[in-house]
């Protein structure tokens, strides 16, 4: 490898690196937690309430119902106005809710929580439920892509080429100066050994 080639790898390392740091730190401390999740307790805070929609908003929900039962409507915009109103609860819309012939159910999961929507379609008793698991359950869920959005799963997707380059740069440099440290190669093959060993002695 020329001069010049080797020092556009280098940079290639090192910019990779430094846009991947937080991330990997950031990862790696998230594995560690995964890895011990039973070990950790969390203490969800539940938020939970009940109401009777206004007459003309539960005759907005039930003109939405769709014909068939199991159809496709979109959450009514009166509906996500009034939880907004008397409750504070935001929704976006465009959001899919279930319908079946007696109520109205939308799911909200979202990283680190859980919430629901029930609406009565008969009585217009609604309630709300809401799951918050705290910042290291929206950290590990950050993690695993759970319930986050196409935005957030396109970035993991970028962050994972990243440590790519990093790794592939890191292994072309290791090669540039294996001749000088011996134990370049011995300590590389063992980061692949030793998992595969793991992986065949105690993984069943």
Not at 27 to 45: C, K, M, R, S, Y
Not at 79 to 104: I, K, N, T, Y
Not at 169 to 198: D, E, K, N, S
Request: hydrophobic letters at 50%; charged letters at 15%; a negative charge.
């Amino acid at each position: 490898m020329s001069a010049h080639g080797f020092k556009t790898l280098l940079r290639w390392h090192w910019i990779s690196s430094a846009l991947c740091l937080i991330g990997m730190l950031g990862f790696a401390i998230t594995g560690f937690t995964l890895n011990h999740a039973a070990d950790i307790e969390a203490q969800p805070v539940l938020t939970r309430w009940q109401a009777t929609l206004p007459a003309p908003v539960l005759a907005a929900v039930q003109a939405a119902q769709p014909a068939r039962e199991g159809g496709d409507a979109p959450m009514p915009a009166a509906l996500r106005q009034w939880v907004a109103e008397s409750h504070g609860l935001r929704l976006p819309a465009g959001l899919a809710p279930e319908w079946s012939a007696e109520e109205f159910y939308l799911a909200l999961p979202r990283p680190g929580g859980d919430a629901w929507l029930r609406v009565d379609l008969s009585s217009g008793e609604s309630e709300f439920e809401d799951s918050d698991r705290g910042l290291l359950a929206l950290l590990n869920d950050l993690h695993k892509g759970r319930h986050t959005g196409a935005v957030w799963r396109a970035f993991l997707d970028v962050f994972a080429a990243g440590c790519l380059v990093f790794c592939i740069t890191g292994l072309l440099i290791l090669h540039r100066h294996a001749g000088q440290r011996a134990l370049t190669w011995p300590l590389t093959a063992a980061g692949f050994v030793l998992p595969a060993l793991l992986v065949l002695l105690f993984i069943h």
